[in-house]
């Protein structure tokens, strides 16, 4: 069974960094894509930074790229999310997720499986 579980959210000032951190079981960090999404309130999900090793590709969108990092954690299974200089328009719940591996697809695209998100909310 596919599990995955995020966490390390909360309420920080505008410029403030997190860590947020995505435990996973049921599949393989070596064949499945995994990815950091977020959902701020009244929008869609979008994706922010997805990796997939078994391709050698990470995706990260444009407005956070040099805020946020994404990396495979020394626990196995484990992803993380170092954020960095936050703005109020990070405020989301952010979500941890994987999918099969899908050759000449991009890390973020495809049907993800979902764990439950945590809420980071920036004040300005």
């Known amino acids: 069974e596919v599990q995955l579980q995020a966490s390390g959210g909360g309420l920080v000032q505008a410029g403030g960094s997190l860590i947020l951190s995505c435990v996973a079981s049921?599949?393989?960090?070596?064949?499945?894509?995994i990815g950091w999404f977020r959902q701020a309130p009244g929008r869609k999900r979008e994706p922010v930074s997805c990796t997939s090793k078994s391709d050698g590709e990470t995706y990260t969108i444009g407005s956070v790229q040099g805020r946020f990092s994404i990396s495979i954690g020394n626990t196995k299974n484990t992803l993380l999310l170092r954020i960095n200089s936050l703005e109020p328009e990070d405020t989301a719940v952010y979500y941890c997720?994987?999918?099969?591996?899908?050759?000449?697809?991009?890390?973020?695209?495809?049907?993800?499986?979902w764990g439950k998100g945590t809420e980071v909310t920036v004040s300005s």
């Open positions: 049921g599949f393989s960090f070596d064949d499945w894509a």
């Open positions: 997720g994987g999918r099969p591996r899908l050759p000449g697809w991009g890390p973020c695209y495809g049907r993800y499986y």
